[in-house]
C-alpha cells in the first residue's frame, strides 16, 4: 500500500511540474531577469552617444544619483509602458530632475540610432505636465562592445529572439559614483519608492530590490499594455508546493519506528 502512495504521489509530482513548466514560471521572460548586484559598480568606462550626437563616458555622465534604464526604442512590448512610468514619476516624484537627481535612458539595441531616441523622447515629453524639468531626461545609443559590458556590469540580461528582444522591466538606482543601489522591477512607481530610493542612493546605501514578487505573480498583457495577475502560474506554484508537501509526507511515513520494526 506505501509503495501505491509513493507511485500516486509521484505520479501527481510529474503532473503538476507539467503544468508549472506550461505557465512558463521559468519562461525566457524569467530567465534573463536581473542578475541583482547591489554594491557593485556600474562600468563607467562605457563609451555612449548623447542627443548631440557627442559619445560621452558614462562616468562623465553620472554626476547625481540617478536612476538608469535600459530600453530599447523600437520595442512593441513592455518598454513603452515602462518608459511612460518613467515619465509619470518624473511628473510626480518630490524631487527636481537633473538637480536632485537624474534619469538616463540607454538603448541596448546597438542598430539603433540617437535620432530615434530623441524622436521617443519628444513623445514621452508630450504627454508629460513638467515639460521643461523633463528635458533633463537623457537619451542614449551605444555600439555592442559596450552595451554588453554596461549591461553585464549591472546584471541587465537579455537575449535576441526572431528580431525582437526579450528583457527584464524595471529600473536600476545607481549612486553618482555608478554603485548599484537597488533594483526596481515593474512599469509603474510610486513617487514615495523613487524618491526615497535616491536619498539612499545619494547616502550610498544599498537596499533590497522592489517589487520582486511582482515578477512571479504577474505576467505582461500585450493588448492591455498592463501587468495582470497570472492565475494559472500562480495556481501552479501552490499547488506545486503541496504536492511536495504530500510526498514528503508519504516518504517519511515509510520510515516510521512501527515499518523499521518489521523489517
Known amino acids: 500500500m506505501s509503495h501505491y502512495k509513493l507511485f500516486l504521489a509521484f505520479f501527481i509530482c510529474l503532473i503538476s511540474l507539467e503544468s508549472f513548466s506550461q505557465t512558463s514560471l521559468f519562461d525566457k521572460q524569467m530567465q534573463v531577469s536581473f542578475d541583482e548586484k547591489q554594491g557593485q559598480f556600474a562600468a563607467l568606462d562605457t563609451k555612449l552617444v548623447n542627443e548631440n550626437g557627442d559619445t560621452v563616458l558614462l ?50 539595441d546597438p542598430s539603433e540610432k540617437i535620432d530615434l531616441g530623441i524622436k521617443k523622447k519628444a513623445a514621452y515629453i508630450s504627454t508629460m505636465k513638467n515639460k ?14 559596450n552595451i554588453a559590458r554596461l549591461t553585464k556590469s549591472v546584471g541587465f540580461n537579455y537575449q535576441k529572439i526572431n528580431n525582437q528582444y526579450i528583457h527584464p522591466t524595471g529600473l536600476i538606482a545607481l549612486g553618482s559614483d555608478g554603485k548599484i543601489i537597488r ?66 509526507f508519504l516518504s517519511l511515513s515509510r520510515l516510521n519506528p512501527k515499518t523499521r520494526l518489521i523489517k
Open 132 to 145: 521643461e524639468a523633463a528635458k533633463d531626461w537623457h537619451f542614449f545609443v551605444s555600439d555592442s562592445a
Open 59 to 108: 562616468k562623465d555622465v553620472l554626476n547625481k544619483p540617478a536612476i538608469l534604464n535600459f530600453v530599447y526604442y523600437e520595442c512593441a512590448g513592455t518598454c513603452s509602458p515602462l518608459m511612460f512610468g518613467v515619465s509619470k514619476f518624473i511628473d510626480e516624484v518630490d524631487l527636481k530632475l537633473g538637480k536632485d537627481y537624474e534619469v538616463i535612458t540607454i538603448s541596448f
Open 183 to 248: 533594483y526596481l522591477r515593474g512599469i509603474d512607481f510610486l513617487p514615495f519608492d523613487i524618491k526615497i530610493t535616491m536619498v539612499e542612493a545619494a547616502k550610498g546605501k544599498i537596499g533590497p530590490s522592489i517589487n520582486r514578487l511582482l515578477a512571479i505573480c504577474y505576467s505582461y498583457d500585450t493588448k492591455g499594455n498592463q501587468f495582470v495577475f497570472n492565475v494559472t502560474r500562480v495556481s501552479a506554484i501552490v499547488i506545486l508546493f503541496f504536492v511536495i508537501v504530500i510526498f514528503l
